[in-house]
């Protein structure tokens, strides 16, 4: 069954540095989503992303976020300038373009800020 | 705007149980509800979802679960549960728009005793 891929698994990064987290999305989807998991806390929407541009956000994905696809198949966030409280699982997400159809998750990538 | 609630944050039942574990939401339209589970260190597996139609949906590892609207209320079952159901479970709500968030609850604990 075809899934979702993200790289790495676990990334430590120094505050201040610029991460990027990587997925790989079902390759027949067209809708791209990343969420977060702070520890102990409930899974957050962070953006979707659908024909090159961003469909919706929330209020978390300010300007230090970034979304992107670069080629036709990877699918990436970029922290710009991380802070200790970025630390989290982030999930990368895709689902089909016909109708709705339910998000397919990745296994996330660990973030640690230190 | 929509939201999920999860009641129970931690469930322990002995193997071979029956198991529900509660759901309830808040959306003004018709909602898209979704059960997912987690495995430590892994992603989000989707368990069952519902759009419309047949109030008693079937999903996957022998899960159903029902839609009450009266009761704004979508309940994850299982008849008989097995040690490798331990897990986290997290129910969702969705909008009817492709490609939109999907808002989760604080999940549910389950531990399975032998």
């Known amino acids: 069954e075809p899934e979702v891929t993200q790289t790495p698994s676990h990334q430590v990064t120094q505050m201040g540095q610029e991460v990027i987290l990587r997925c790989v999305p079902i390759?027949?989807?067209?809708?791209f989503y990343w969420y977060r998991q702070i520890l102990g806390q409930k899974v957050e929407f962070l953006v979707s992303?659908?024909?090159?541009?961003?469909?919706?956000k929330s209020e978390i994905f300010d300007d230090q976020f970034s979304v992107e696809r670069p080629d036709g198949s990877n699918f990436t966030l970029k922290i710009r300038s991380t802070k200790l409280e970025d630390s989290a699982m982030y999930f990368c997400a895709s689902s089909e373009g016909q109708g709705f159809q339910p998000q397919h998750f990745g296994d996330g990538t660990r973030l640690s800020i230190l | 705007a929509q939201s999920v609630t999860q009641p129970d944050i931690h469930i322990t039942v002995s193997e071979g149980a029956s198991l529900e574990l509660r759901c309830n939401y808040s959306?003004?339209?018709?909602?898209?509800l979704f059960w997912y589970v987690q495995s430590p260190g892994q992603g989000l597996q989707l368990l069952l979802k519902y759009f419309s139609g047949d109030t008693l949906v079937q999903g996957i590892k022998g899960f159903e679960a029902e839609f009450k609207r009266s009761q704004s209320s979508f309940n994850l079952r299982k008849p008989s549960v097995h040690w490798s159901d331990a897990a986290e479970y997290f129910c969702?709500?969705?909008?009817?728009?492709?490609?939109?968030?999907?808002?989760f609850g604080e999940g549910t604990q389950l531990t399975v005793n032998p």
């Open positions: 969702a709500v969705g909008k009817e728009t492709s490609g939109s968030r999907l808002t």
């Open positions: 390759s027949n989807h067209l809708y």
């Open positions: 959306y003004g339209a018709t909602p898209y």
């Open positions: 992303f659908y024909n090159n541009e961003i469909s919706e």
